[in-house]
């Protein structure tokens, strides 16, 4: 790729941003490399020696996946489509695969190309919508459950909430996988998913720790994680590479990190590797002395290698985490957790005592007479009530689809109006310059400290 091609694409940035304009260094071998700022900042070589999370699988739920992109290749499993186009795989917005390249990228050739944080992890492609255009994320968190998935990202967001949502959540946390959303591009309250409880939702900074001006904020928020001037994988504009500003690109580092915990400490709970992020995680210094969590940065900004190596205790099994709003689907169990509550009560190597059931052998026999007898009559009246009150009631509506069954079919919605329509990808398209937009030099490096003209 030509370096005047490579401007052309960045120029063309797909989130609410513009590109910071500033002097022409050097060309060099790579452009693209040479423009991830993030490689430095995340201290990525330094990451990779303890771990590049191996082993662990990450669900993107979102426009789906390019899996043949060169910088993709190999570190994508076979996916999921509700819709039955196969845009998990076949995409035709890039969004997903960008994402995708945040967690997995591993580059190509002799430096060239995008990396991204976890590159020994895999990333399970799954689409966000259903055959009849509405949100399938909840229908897609089951799915991701079912097929391995430890992570999922989710780098979309609505107005509106989904009602089947924390029941899908509740159902992610029940099988330990943690959930990480993105807050929103919009500068305003937390979108949903974002805002549900039980997830992790993430904020965007800059390169100097700053909050991005348009990061949604609220209470719910957890970390945050850059999300300014990201370069990722396209296409973009003729190009196979983009720039852009989001809280997508954000979500997507912090999966990649929860990825390299997760394989690391393969024993910790989603909500402990929660924890790890959380205690990790860097207090800009506008933070200290203040009560966190802070409504924009959560608890501060992820932090990959200090999640790694820092001496940090499991915690509760729940971690920091939020417990889901959804029926039913409980936490991992503490007994399956480092440092958990030994569970109470009689079990197989604790059984009860004999003496707690034994009696005098007469007083046993005129106990269960009496026992057998009292509990003929009770049986009698509730068959007699129960047939009163079919009479009277009508049956009752099936149950929610998160019953852990493998296999099952999303109910068609019995109220339409209150089902959105799918996530937008955060204005996460091939947008063109806005109008005014400085014309393009040669070469410019997009890191400089000018105005950054956003929309």
Same mark, same amino acid.
């Given at each position: 790729?030509?370096?005047?091609?490579?401007?052309?694409?960045?120029?063309?940035?797909?989130?609410? &941003? &513009?590109?910071?304009?500033?002097?022409?260094?050097?060309?060099?071998?790579?452009?693209?490399?040479?423009?991830?700022?993030?490689?430095?900042?995340?201290?990525?070589?330094?990451?990779?020696?303890?771990?590049?999370?191996?082993?662990?699988?990450?669900?993107? =739920?979102?426009?789906?996946?390019? @899996?043949?992109?060169?910088?993709?290749?190999?570190?994508?499993?076979?996916?999921?489509?509700?819709?039955?186009? @196969?845009?998990? *795989?076949?995409?035709?917005?890039?969004?997903?695969?960008?994402?995708?390249?945040? =967690?997995?990228?591993?580059?190509?050739?002799?430096?060239?190309?995008?990396?991204?944080?976890?590159?020994?992890?895999?990333?399970?492609?799954?689409?966000?919508?259903?055959?009849?255009?509405?949100?399938?994320?909840?229908?897609?968190?089951?799915?991701?459950?079912?097929?391995?998935?430890?992570?999922?990202?989710?780098?979309?967001?609505?107005?509106? *909430?989904?009602?089947? =949502?924390?029941?899908?959540?509740?159902?992610?946390?029940?099988?330990?996988?943690?959930?990480? !959303?993105?807050?929103?591009?919009?500068?305003?309250?937390?979108?949903?998913? !974002?805002?549900?409880?039980?997830?992790?939702?993430?904020? !965007?900074?800059?390169?100097?720790?700053?909050?991005?001006?348009?990061?949604?904020?609220?209470?719910?928020?957890?970390?945050?994680?850059?999300?300014?001037?990201?370069?990722?994988?396209?296409?973009?504009?003729?190009?196979?590479?983009?720039?852009?500003?989001?809280?997508?690109?954000?979500?997507?580092?912090?999966?990649?990190?929860?990825?390299?915990?997760?394989?690391?400490?393969?024993?910790?709970?989603?909500?402990?590797?929660?924890?790890?992020?959380?205690?990790?995680?860097?207090?800009?210094? *506008?933070?200290?002395?203040?009560?966190?969590?802070?409504?924009?940065?959560?608890?501060?900004?992820?932090?990959?290698?200090?999640?790694?190596?820092?001496?940090?205790?499991?915690?509760?099994?729940?971690?920091?985490?939020?417990? +889901? *709003?959804?029926?039913?689907?409980?936490?991992?169990?503490?007994?399956?957790? $480092?440092?958990?509550?030994?569970?109470?009560?009689?079990?197989?190597?604790?059984?009860? +005592?004999?003496?707690?059931?034994?009696?005098?052998?007469?007083?046993?026999?005129?106990?269960?007479?009496? &026992?057998?007898?009292?509990?003929?009559?009770?049986?009698?009246?509730?068959?007699?009530?129960?047939?009163?009150?079919?009479?009277?009631?009508?049956?009752?509506?099936?149950?929610?689809?998160? @019953?852990?069954?493998?296999?099952?079919?999303?109910?068609? $919605?019995?109220?339409?109006?209150? %089902?959105?329509?799918?996530?937008?990808?955060?204005? %996460? &398209?091939?947008?063109?310059?806005?109008?005014?937009?400085?014309?393009?030099?040669?070469?410019?490096?997009?890191? @400089?400290?000018?105005?950054?003209?956003?929309?």
């Amino acid at each position: 790729m030509t370096l005047t091609r490579f401007v052309r694409a960045l120029g063309a940035t797909a989130l609410v &941003g &513009g590109l910071l304009v500033a002097g022409v260094p050097a060309a060099s071998a790579d452009q693209v490399r040479d423009a991830q700022w993030v490689i430095n900042y995340f201290h990525m070589e330094q990451v990779w020696q303890i771990s590049k999370g191996d082993g662990v699988i990450v669900a993107v =739920i979102d426009s789906g996946v390019n @899996g043949t992109q060169a910088d993709l290749a190999g570190s994508v499993l076979p996916g999921y489509d509700p819709s039955g186009q @196969g845009l998990d *795989s076949h995409p035709t917005d890039r969004h997903g695969t960008t994402m995708a390249g945040h =967690i997995v990228g591993h580059g190509h050739g002799d430096g060239a190309g995008v990396v991204g944080l976890a590159p020994g992890a895999k990333v399970l492609p799954i689409y966000k919508s259903t055959a009849a255009n509405t949100d399938a994320v909840p229908e897609d968190i089951h799915w991701a459950v079912e097929h391995g998935a430890k992570v999922i990202n989710m780098s979309v967001g609505g107005t509106m *909430s989904n009602p089947r =949502i924390g029941d899908a959540l509740s159902y992610a946390a029940q099988h330990d996988v943690l959930v990480v !959303a993105s807050t929103g591009n919009s500068g305003t309250s937390l979108e949903s998913p !974002a805002r549900e409880p039980g997830l992790l939702a993430v904020g !965007a900074t800059d390169k100097n720790n700053v909050i991005w001006r348009n990061s949604n904020f609220g209470p719910q928020v957890m970390l945050a994680a850059p999300g300014v001037g990201i370069v990722g994988v396209g296409p973009c504009d003729g190009s196979q590479y983009c720039m852009a500003d989001g809280t997508s690109d954000s979500t997507a580092f912090v999966s990649a990190t929860a990825a390299l915990v997760r394989a690391k400490f393969p024993n910790l709970t989603a909500g402990q590797v929660a924890n790890r992020l959380v205690k990790s995680a860097l207090v800009p210094a *506008s933070l200290k002395g203040a009560k966190l969590p802070d409504a924009h940065y959560g608890y501060g900004i992820v932090r990959p290698y200090e999640a790694l190596t820092m001496d940090i205790p499991a915690g509760s099994a729940q971690g920091p985490l939020a417990k +889901p *709003s959804g029926a039913a689907a409980d936490s991992p169990s503490a007994a399956a957790t $480092p440092g958990g509550a030994v569970p109470s009560g009689p079990t197989s190597s604790n059984p009860v +005592p004999p003496s707690s059931v034994a009696t005098d052998s007469k007083t046993s026999g005129l106990m269960i007479g009496a &026992g057998i007898g009292l509990a003929v009559l009770v049986v009698l009246v509730i068959v007699i009530l129960v047939v009163a009150r079919r009479k009277k009631t009508p049956p009752p509506a099936p149950p929610m689809p998160y @019953g852990g069954q493998p296999g099952w079919q999303p109910q068609q $919605p019995q109220y339409p109006g209150q %089902y959105q329509q799918p996530y937008p990808n955060q204005q %996460y &398209g091939n947008q063109p310059p806005p109008q005014g937009y400085p014309p393009q030099q040669p070469y410019q490096n997009p890191y @400089g400290q000018s105005g950054n003209d956003q929309r």
